[in-house]
């Protein structure tokens, strides 16, 4: 990894080994690149299943999924992976040691119902947690090239990453947090249950893109002024340290702050209720800073 300045970093991708044991930029990039490869190319897939939730899954959420698991699911070297597709399958005993231990937590695509329905608003989500805390994440929209991760306990971006070729090497900008513009009539992103079940009074633009993914991107760049949705654990897991490293705050609605540890507390990790399971107890409300937080929960409701 080459240092230009104080602002930017370029990294000479590399090709990740079999087993990923610790946070690597540039080996996680080259994954990131890799699935987001397999995504473009069954873009627009136009033909789906549904899971036993109602929730959409391709061919391309498992085809990605496994390419993580064969670099992440390793429990005979501690290394545990929980993923969208694949985690229900696993007992409570790995997933204690995945909590406990070394974790990738991913959404191979996050936002399968805009992919399958041929509307460009998904994303891939890699979260990384030590001891139950999330220490690192990224996300990457294949199609418009944004990539975010951080690098050395900060928050990094690249534009207009094109996969034809792969690329070699990666410019990367050091981000800072947007200015707050909610009080300006900045616009919401929310959830699809805040559109089916909630209600909001608010004067301020309002769009529900089903991805989380997305939506952290648009909050990160300042399109989005907050973030209001129910949420699962590899929905947010990425985006979590990019947010917090640039002091985004986050929390539920009756104010319990969500930091980078993972807990019981505030997401149901044990909840024998499986659709339940591994969602956060309470809407999620992300915003550059409290003032914005503390609007947005007085406006909301839902059932």
């Known amino acids: 990894m080459k240092r230009n300045n104080t602002v930017s970093i370029e990294l000479q991708i590399e090709r990740a080994p079999f087993i990923m044991d610790l946070w690597r930029p540039a080996?996680?990039?080259?994954?990131?690149?890799?699935?987001?490869?397999?995504?473009?190319?069954?873009?627009?897939?136009?033909?789906?299943?549904?899971?036993?939730?109602?929730?959409?899954?391709?061919?391309?959420?498992?085809?990605?999924?496994?390419?993580?698991?064969?670099?992440f699911n390793h429990p005979e070297k501690g290394i545990f992976m929980i993923g969208e597709e694949t985690i229900a399958e696993k007992e409570d005993e790995y997933i204690s040691a995945a909590l406990n231990g070394k974790c990738w937590i991913v959404d191979p695509i996050d936002g399968t119902a805009p992919f399958a329905n041929n509307i460009p608003t998904w994303g891939i989500s890699l979260g990384f947690s030590e001891k139950g805390r999330l220490s690192n994440g990224a996300i990457f929209l294949p199609f418009s090239g944004e990539l975010y991760m951080t690098v050395e306990n900060s928050a990094w971006m690249a534009d207009n990453v094109s996969l034809d070729p792969m690329p070699k090497t990666l410019k990367m900008k050091k981000m800072r947090r947007p200015r707050a513009n909610f009080a300006k009539g900045g616009m919401l992103s929310v959830s699809q249950d805040i559109v089916k079940r909630g209600s909001l009074n608010l004067k301020n633009p309002v769009q529900a893109v089903c991805c989380s993914v997305f939506s952290a991107a648009g909050l990160l760049r300042g399109r989005y002024s907050a973030y209001l949705g129910s949420s699962k654990l590899w929905d947010v897991a990425g985006a979590i340290p990019l947010l917090l490293s640039l002091g985004f705050h986050i929390a539920l609605p009756d104010g319990r702050k969500i930091e980078r540890q993972i807990s019981d507390e505030n997401c149901r990790l044990f909840d024998s209720r499986k659709n339940r399971r591994w969602r956060y107890k309470d809407s999620l409300i992300i915003s550059p800073d409290k003032k914005t937080f503390d609007s947005l929960r007085k406006a909301f409701s839902i059932t």
Not at 45 to 69: C, H, P, V
């Open 27 to 71: 080996q996680i990039a080259r994954l990131l690149f890799c699935a987001g490869g397999i995504a473009l190319k069954n873009f627009p897939s136009m033909r789906w299943k549904l899971k036993s939730d109602n929730s959409l899954l391709t061919d391309t959420d498992i085809r990605i999924e496994k390419l993580f698991s064969k670099h």
